[in-house]
């Protein structure tokens, strides 16, 4: 069986654009590959977290990935600050990673781009990819399934792969970025020119996977899309629409060619309708598995038998890098 390893932050609540470009695609995956899915909260700690509302979304995350269909006893799923060797691989990571090589990353230079003038960037954020490098190398996947944005990270994952091959001799496969070609960037429903993101300031145009659900029908129903009137996939001249057809596509698991053919000459106002029926039933059946699983001690008990299930990995690895950097002193 092939390996595929993905995490995600819990930082504010979670969307659709996370949905479906890091949750659902997964459930689908979990019978071919073996799956290491981890929450990525040393990654969040790089923009501050008010302490329990970082406790309330992670334990939310977790819950969701499973109300989502995911089955923990098939899948390996864990804290990132469970396993310690994650920080101590990304120490020996960001040794090897260049200033310049960090500060072309876009998500950083976004960041930064946006401080106010009294703001200054946090160094935890700069590298962040160090860590990110060792949450992937740890586990030697085969695939790293992610949204488009992250591609760039997992890009310069394999290049540090194949430094420290180089460098000390072969220790770390190489892993593929694997990006779905529909649902990989889920475009802000007001501005589908943007992602859909998690901040606050674009609240219209983002759907919230535990948020009312007639607010976020509301939502879909008032999308921004063009004075046209044919539904027809075309992200460049169409953004809006084509954005609100991956939706759908991803959502009812009908191609888009099949979605096209079945609203030919409806005009936006039923399709839109349909597809907030579509979402709203999603979200009821994702909320109400929500509401079953967050009572008691289920979580926490997930969470202990992934982290069991990922230490050995991660450990084993972590030995054979500092056998063969000296760090290591004993000879055997
Ligand atoms: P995070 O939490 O920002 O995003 C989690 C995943 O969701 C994807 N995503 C989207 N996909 C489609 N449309 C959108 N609008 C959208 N917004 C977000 C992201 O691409 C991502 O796949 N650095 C990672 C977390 C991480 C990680 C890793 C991932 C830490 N270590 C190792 C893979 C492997 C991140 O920023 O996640």
Same mark, same amino acid.
């Given at each position: 069986?092939?390996?595929?390893l993905?995490?995600?932050?819990?930082?504010?609540?979670?969307?659709?654009?996370n949905y479906?470009?890091?949750?659902?695609?997964?459930?689908?995956?979990?019978?071919?590959?073996?799956?290491?899915?981890?929450?990525?909260?040393?990654?969040?700690?790089?923009?501050?977290?008010?302490?329990?509302?970082?406790?309330?979304?992670?334990?939310?995350?977790?819950?969701?990935?499973?109300?989502?269909?995911?089955?923990?006893?098939?899948v390996?799923?864990?804290?990132q600050?469970?396993?310690?060797?994650?920080?101590?691989?990304?120490?020996?990571?960001?040794c090897?990673?260049?200033?310049?090589?960090?500060?072309?990353?876009?998500?950083?230079? *976004?960041?930064? @781009?946006?401080?106010?003038? !009294?703001?200054?960037?946090?160094? &935890? #954020?700069? =590298?962040?990819?160090?860590?990110?490098?060792?949450?992937?190398?740890?586990?030697?996947p085969?695939?790293v399934?992610?949204?488009e944005?992250?591609?760039?990270?997992v890009?310069?994952?394999?290049?540090?792969?194949?430094?420290?091959?180089?460098?000390?001799?072969?220790?770390?496969?190489?892993?593929?970025?694997?990006?779905s070609?529909?649902?990989?960037?889920?475009?802000?429903?007001?501005?589908?020119?943007?992602?859909?993101?998690?901040?606050?300031?674009?609240?219209?145009?983002?759907?919230?996977?535990?948020d009312?659900?007639?607010?976020?029908?509301?939502?879909?129903?008032?999308?921004?899309? *063009?004075?046209d @009137?044919?539904?027809?996939? !075309?992200?460049?001249?169409?953004? &809006? #629409?084509? =954005?609100?057809?991956?939706?759908y596509?991803?959502?009812?698991?009908?191609?888009?060619?099949?979605?096209?053919?079945?609203?030919?000459?409806?005009?936006?106002?039923?399709?839109?309708?349909?597809?907030?029926?579509?979402?709203?039933?999603?979200?009821?059946?994702?909320?109400?598995?929500?509401?079953?699983?967050?009572?008691?001690?289920?979580?926490?008990?997930?969470?202990?038998?992934?982290?069991?299930?990922?230490?050995?990995?991660?450990?084993?690895?972590?030995?054979?890098?500092?056998?063969?950097?000296?760090?290591?002193?004993?000879?055997?």
């Open positions: 069986m092939k390996r595929m993905s995490g995600i932050k819990p930082t504010g609540r979670v969307t659709l654009g479906i470009g890091a949750i659902k695609p997964f459930v689908s995956y979990q019978d071919e590959y073996e799956m290491f899915i981890f929450i990525a909260n040393l990654h969040s700690m790089t923009i501050y977290q008010e302490p329990k509302e970082l406790r309330q979304n992670t334990r939310d995350l977790i819950a969701l990935y499973i109300a989502a269909g995911l089955d923990p006893d098939k390996t799923l864990f804290l600050s469970d396993v310690y060797e994650h920080a101590q691989l990304g120490w020996y990571l960001g090897m990673v260049s200033m310049g090589e960090l500060s072309r990353m876009t998500q950083y230079k *976004d960041k930064a @781009s946006k401080l106010g003038k !009294d703001e200054s960037i946090g160094a &935890g #954020i700069f =590298n962040y990819p160090s860590l990110m490098n060792a949450d992937i190398l740890l586990y030697d085969d695939y399934p992610v949204g944005d992250q591609k760039q990270h890009e310069l994952c394999r290049d540090i792969a194949e430094r420290f091959n180089k460098r000390y001799s072969e220790t770390f496969k190489i892993p593929e970025p694997l990006v070609k529909v649902g990989g960037r889920i475009m802000d429903l007001q501005n589908p020119t943007k992602k859909m993101s998690k901040s606050e300031e674009t609240n219209k145009g983002t759907i919230y996977i535990l009312d659900i007639n607010v976020s029908k509301k939502k879909i129903k008032s999308a921004v899309t *063009d004075s @009137s044919h539904i027809h996939y !075309d992200p460049i001249n169409k953004p &809006g #629409i084509s =954005n609100l057809l991956e939706i596509s991803i959502i009812s698991n009908k191609s888009i060619e099949d979605i096209e053919k079945q609203y030919d000459g409806c005009g936006y106002g039923v399709f839109k309708t349909d597809l907030a029926e579509v979402v709203g039933a999603e979200l009821e059946r994702i909320q109400a598995r929500y509401k079953e699983i967050t009572t008691g001690s289920y979580l926490d008990d997930v969470l202990a038998a992934g982290a069991a299930k990922a230490r050995p990995v991660a450990r084993k690895k972590l030995a054979k890098v500092e056998r063969k950097i000296g760090i290591t002193i004993k000879k055997r």
